[in-house]
Every structure is written in C-alpha cells, then in structure tokens.
C-alpha cells in the first residue's frame, strides 16, 4: 500500500481511491480541516466489525483495532472523493459525532450506533433507528449469530 | 404490569425511546440543535432563534402518527407530527418496519449471489442496484476495465431504461397523493410498457439479477431494438399528455409550489442528492460529473431546479424522463456487437453447450454456482447516479468469496432526513406532498 501524508494523517490508496487513516482522537479536527478543503458533503458513514478478519492490510503506522468507521466524503468543487478510515477499539467503542459538522450523518450514526453498538458522543438522538427499541445486540457485529430456519429434505435417503 | 415492563427492558438492551420526545422533556436548545446545525449557525444565533420562535405551551400542540399505513406514505414510513392547528412544528420520521437485514445477508452470499440481494433494496430501480454491486465487485477483482463494450451499452440501456420506469412510477404516486388520481392510473400503465420490455430482456418484471460481475446474464433478445423504439415512440405523447394534465395546471401548481422549499446549502449539508439537491439549482449529477460507463460519449442535459420546492422535484423528474429517452436514442446508435459478459474463465460460468460436452466446463461451472469465485482483499467504495440519488456501495472484502462487508448507501436513506426540514412551518396537508416530492422507496430506507 502506497502511502502519503495528509493533514498528520496517513493517506493511502485502494484501487485508485484515496483513503485516509485519521486517528480516533483527531477525527473532529481532521473533519474540519476537510471541509475547508472543499469537502463538504458527507455522502456516508458506515463501520465494519474486523473481528475474523483481523489481519487486514494496513499501513505500517496504523494497529488495527477491531472496529473501523468508515466515512464516505465528497468535493463537488474538485469532484474528488475522500474515504476515511478510523480505528475504534472494542474496550472504547464510541467516537465523537460529526453531526454539528455534516448534520447528513445523525440518521447514519444512529444506524452505525443500531448495528455495531459504536456510541457517538454528543449525537443529538441516539436510539435505535432500524432494530425495535427493546433488541437484544447489535446484528451487523461478528459475533452475533445470523438465524437459520432448519430445512427438511422430505423423501432424501438419510 | 410495570414491573414485567421493566425486566424486559433492562434484559434487554434498551437503548432510549425512538419516538418524538414532547416539548415538556426537552429544552429550547436541544430543540434548535437540529436547525442550527442544518442552517450553520453558530450558537448565539440558534438561542436568538429559539427566542424568536414562540415557545407553545404542551396543551396547544397536538403529536399525531402519520403512518406506518398510510396510503401516501409509499410503504411503511411513520413520521410522527407536532402539530399546532393545522401547522407542522416538529417532524420524526421513524424508519426499520421493512427492515430484512439485508447487509447482514449480504456476508453470507457470494457475490455471484449478491446481486438477488441488492436487487431487492431499491425495488422500484433494481437494475441500478444490481450495476452499483456489480461495479464495486469488478473494482475488487480488477477487471473493471475490461468489461466487453456490448455489456457496458447494454448496462447504460437498462440503467436509463429503469430511470424511465421509476420516474414513471413517481408521476403515478405523486398524482395519487396530490389528488390527480387518473395520473395514476397513466403512470402505472406506461410503467407497465417498460417493465415488458424488462420481462422480454431480463426474465422478470422486478428484481431481474440481470447485470452481473463481469458483465450481464444474457444477450439482447431478438428484436429488442423494435421494443425499445416502440416504447419511445409511445412515451413521447404520452408525456406531453402529463404536460397538460399537470404541469400548466394551475391547482396543481397551487399544490406544490412553495411547498417543502429546501436551500442548496441545506441540501448539501444533509447529504440529500438527486433530484432534491437539483432542485435548488446544483446542476449536480454523478452522470456527467464523475463519469462510468460510457456516459461520457453520450450527449444528455442536467435539469436544475430554481425554487427547490416540490414543483421543480416533479418537473425535474418529468424532464429527466425525456433526457433518459434522449440517452437511449443515442444508445441505440451506438450499441456494438461482440460479447455481453467478460470471457474470464474465474468470473463468467461456461456457456451451456460446453457443459454437455465437457467434463471440466462441468465441474467449472458447479464451483462457480456453489463456492463462488475469490475476491481479492480490500476495500472499495462505488457511487453512481440512481433516479433517487447517489446509491454507493461500501464492499470489504476478506479474499473470501463472500464480502466481509457489504454496505448500500441508499439514497432514500439519506433523504429522508430532509423531511423534517422541509415539513417545519408547513401544512399538514403539504406534508403529503413533502413525502411524495422526496420519493423514498422504503424498501431501500430500511434494508
């Protein structure tokens, strides 16, 4: 993986898109001076659960942790593309939340929040905005166990 | 009773109430929040804000539920209104009564089997879903750029064709909303005339899996190229016919302009794309302003807006209808021969005749349809322009032959939360043509 430098962070590449690695505690700044870079729409958040899959492909400076949130930006001015990729740890799985910058997020951050059990600080409403209020887990994680209808292959020989 | 209540929340894990919270729980500010930070407001102008605005006891407002049945609501959306007589002061949506889980699904499909599953998120534009898969997918294996010139103007032909089909169905549900019921009726029957043409290439009127990795499942069939002129040859009266029964309507346009008027620096700031960022005047497009397929060789305008009010959301739409048929002229000329799917031998199954003839074209193509095929590890995003805004698709992958992760970003998702801001201050009767203008397909807002 090829890798620069971008605002103290580490900007990589993935199949011709840049992706930068902002670490947790610089992820409002970094944010911010993104935006008077002329990217000023948030066109998606999102998060993947490393938990099987902990030996992925990082630059050299980064420790994988084993959540990632994933924030999509677009420039329309440059018509450029920012990913963002930010380490959250399970023991601390909670990142500030990037709603005063891109109020585009809040019904992103609840999903995340719904789904991988990542708390925003200081996110106006976080509930659970896909799952009832009373589920139990967080689905999209590794570890929660998808269900399965048993199926009976009425005739076969067994 | 309460204490039973109780034990099931705190087994649980009771994460706060979804609903609208009332007025007597929150404070002025928490209020504002929402406003300021759409408006990008500082502080002091939000509490200068919230002074202004009268402050209505708990007694004077009314929260009623619009939905999750609501005939205008296009599914099972549920917003819940505070309403003061006939004015909306705070709107909820509350989404996830169609959610399925679909990216949870999505890990345990290959993906040669993916595309049954985004197909069925936004099910009023399948194809585009199936192309947004398709394309992260082929990113992955690094072939993107050796997809057979056929399947790409075959992907364009279907892409623009669906565009057509859902729009239709926006004219359809828009007249029903507003009151123009025989638009209804008009909408789903030229919708239908499309969906023939889809049933004749794809096999099925919806959810077709039709575009693939790698390129599309079949060629064109004989005599599609009639279908399509006869279609367009159809449509175009037809859409004049709207024209007069809509569009210099004046109590149609009593209905919708000025209702649910949305600014460019708000739309941008909510992340709401499409027609509702075009509406306010962006001239923004992911067609022309960031190109795939070959959507740069073909020649077609980006209609804006001027009021991004919810007349220029259906005029936009109506227009897009005759660009779309424009674009499809143009791939009529322009569609070349040769294969429509890539002659990979990890990706594309044999054809059929070889099966019966070869052993090991056979077994290749048992693997393929069981095991799947490798996706090399990484990670990729992928947008493209559908008729409601910019569907992406987040894939990582493991090197697995499922995706690690699979992610839609939805751009019925993501609009939806422009409809409390553009509901604030409005009628509740606007507030039905708020939802219709915004066209949110629920099926794609809850996954």
Known sequence: MTTDVLHDCVLGDSHGQSVLFVPKDRYIATLRKLIDDSYTMCVDLTAVDFLTHPGRTLPEAIAPERFEIVVNLLSMRDRTRMRLRTQVSEADASIDSAFDLYPGTEAMEREVFDMFGITFNSHPDLTRILMPEDWDGHPLRKDYSQGRIPVQFKGSAS | ?447
């Open chain 2, 1 to 447: 009773m309460s204490d039973l209540l109780s034990t099931v929340v705190s087994a649980g894990t009771f994460e706060g109430n979804q609903e609208l919270r009332s007025r007597s729980e929150l404070t002025a500010k928490e209020v504002m929040r929402e406003v300021g930070a759409v408006l990008r407001m500082s502080e002091a102008d939000v509490a200068l804000l919230a002074e202004v605005e009268s402050d209505p006891g708990e007694d004077q407002t009314m929260i009623i539920n619009m939905g999750p049945q609501h005939p205008s609501t296009h599914g099972v959306l549920r917003l819940m209104l505070e309403l003061k007589g006939e004015t909306v002061l705070r709107c909820k949506p509350i989404i996830g009564y169609l959610h399925t889980g679909m990216e949870k699904t999505g890990e345990s499909l290959t993906f040669m089997q993916g595309g049954t599953n985004v197909t069925r998120m936004d099910y009023a534009s399948p194809l585009n879903n199936e192309l947004v898969f398709s394309m992260a997918t082929e990113k992955l294996l690094g072939i993107d750029g050796d997809i057979p010139e056929r399947a790409v103007w075959m992907r364009m032909l279907l892409s623009e064709m669906n565009r057509m089909s859902s729009h239709l169905l926006f004219m359809a549900s828009n007249g029903m909303d507003i009151g123009a019921v025989s638009m209804m009726l008009y909408g789903w029957r030229e919708r239908e005339e499309v969906l023939r043409f889809f049933q004749k290439v794809t096999g099925l009127r919806m959810n077709h899996n039709f575009i693939r990795p790698g390129g599309v499942a079949a060629d064109l069939p004989a005599g599609w190229r009639d279908d399509v002129l006869e279609i367009l040859e159809m449509l175009g009266p037809r859409l004049e016919e709207y024209d007069t029964l809509m569009t210099g309507q004046p109590i149609w346009r009593e209905r919708l302009q000025g209702v649910g008027v949305i600014t460019r620096d708000e739309a941008i700031a909510l992340g709401a794309t499409g027609p509702i960022l075009r509406s306010t005047g962006l001239a923004w497009d992911l067609r022309r302003d960031m190109p795939y397929l070959h959507y740069d060789e073909v020649e077609f305008d980006v209609i804006v807006g001027s009021y991004g009010d919810a007349f220029d959301r259906y005029a936009i739409r109506l227009a897009e209808i005759r660009e779309s048929m424009r674009i499809v002229r143009q791939v009529l000329d322009k569609m070349p021969g040769g294969d429509f799917r890539i002659q990979n031998k990890k990706v594309t199954p044999p054809p059929r005749a070889r099966i019966d003839e070869s052993m090991e074209a056979l077994i290749h193509h048992f693997k393929i349809f069981t095991e799947g095929f490798k996706v090399p590890e990484g990670e990729v995003y992928v947008a493209i322009e559908s008729p409601r805004g910019e569907i992406g698709c987040y894939i990582a992958s493991d090197g697995s032959p499922t995706p690690y992760r699979m992610h839609v970003r939805a751009p019925s998702f993501v609009n939806v939360q422009a409809l409390p801001h553009m509901m604030r201050g409005g009628l509740v009767a606007d507030a039905v043509a708020v939802i219709s203008s915004v066209d949110p397909v629920l099926g794609e807002v809850d996954r």
